[in-house]
């Protein structure tokens, strides 16, 4: 008896994920990238609009990766530079 494609599928996404690799795109920036956005936006300097422009990516990327970071939108929102506080 053969078994299902379905099953063979699923048995060939263990291999990968056993090693640690995960299914789906790669990141545009890279992890050192990753940190000085997280640290420019710390500073408050930056808008997000700038922040994109100085990374290869769209301000999705930008709010994403500060996502993972631990920063919230609000919080963004709050540290744009000449906004009254």
Known sequence: MTS???ER???GRKIPRA???LRGKKPKASPKQEALLVQLHGAG???MSELADLFP???SIVYRTLDR???S???AEAKKPG???
């Open 45 to 47: 300097e930056h808008t």
């Open 57 to 59: 990516a769209g301000r």
């Open 83 to 85: 906004q009254g506080q």
């Open 69 to 71: 970071a631990g920063f």
């Open 73 to 75: 939108e609000a919080a």
């Open 19 to 21: 090693k640690g690799r």
């Open 9 to 11: 599928r699923k048995e």
């Open 4 to 6: 299902s494609g379905s």
